[in-house]
Antibody, heavy 121, light 107 residues
Framework: QPQLQESGPGLLKPSETLSLTCTVS??????????WAWIRQPPGKGLEWIGT???????YYNPSLRGRIIMSVDTSKNRFSLNFTSVAAADTAVYYC?????????????WGKGTTVTVSS | EKVMTQSPATLSVSPGERATLSCRAS??????LAWYQQKHGQAPRLLIY???TRAAGIPARFSGSGSGTDFTLTISSLQSEDFAVYYC?????????FGQGTKLEIK
């Protein structure tokens, strides 16, 4: 079972860019079997899928966030990243990275512990 | 996007009893439905995928059923560690969408 660990700044100001990294251990982001995802959870609320990336760099983004997010993968460092532009207070949340497994259709089978991001002036 | 609606929002059940949680999709998602358990302050944990397949290490008291638009998660005999929030998620369509969650609390 691989482990995923999110890292990034805990506090940002409105309009700044959020950069998060998910480092994978015990597994490889270069595997053609899996996809890699970001999900977030505002305080006291439910889960929202942000986007998914494949090792080749192919991405799928939530249309509600498209234009603000860019995901990338660094196979040499076995990690993938999320850049989120023009953050606002509504982007305050716990951000999770996850591995997606499946066969044609993919579900999130391994999750990181999450990192809390607060947007405040 | 496909809206996932879970019911009830809160379910109060006594330990040892059966709990039944529901999830309805606004459009058919085949069997591409997962259930996750989330305890306070923790990341979600995959319980069920493919609507009815238990994930590795998940006890047999957890079972899932359904296809198309209506799905059920059943916990046959509640243990103290099962009281948590449960989310369903469809992965048949982009964007992936989650239900709003059912909080399972001790009666």
């Amino acid at each position: 079972q691989p482990q995923l660990q999110e890292s990034g700044p805990g506090l940002l100001k409105p309009s700044e860019t959020l950069s998060l990294t998910c480092t994978v251990s015990g597994g490889s982001v270069s595997s053609d079997t899996y996809y890699w995802a970001w999900i977030r959870q505002p305080p006291g609320k439910g889960l929202e899928w942000i986007g998914t990336i494949y090792y080749s760099g192919t991405t799928y983004y939530n249309p509600s966030l498209r234009g603000r997010i860019i995901m990338s993968v660094d196979t040499s460092k076995n990690r993938f990243s999320l850049n989120f532009t023009s953050v606002a207070a509504a982007d305050t949340a716990v951000y999770y990275c996850a591995r997606e497994a499946g066969d044609g259709y993919y579900y999130m089978d391994v999750w990181g512990k999450g990192t809390t991001v607060t947007v405040s002036s | 996007e496909k809206v996932m609606t879970q019911s009830p929002a809160t379910l109060s059940v006594s330990p040892g009893e059966r709990a039944t949680l529901s999830c309805r999709a606004s459009q058919g998602v085949s069997i591409h439905l997962a259930w996750y358990q989330q305890k306070h302050g923790q990341a979600p944990r995959l319980l069920i995928y493919g609507a009815s397949t238990r994930a590795a290490g998940i006890p047999a008291r957890f079972s899932g059923s359904g296809s198309g638009t209506d799905f059920t998660l059943t916990i046959s005999s509640l243990q103290s560690e099962d009281f948590a929030v449960y989310y369903c998620q469809q992965y048949n369509y982009w964007p992936y969408t989650f239900g709003q969650g059912t909080k399972l609390e001790i009666k």
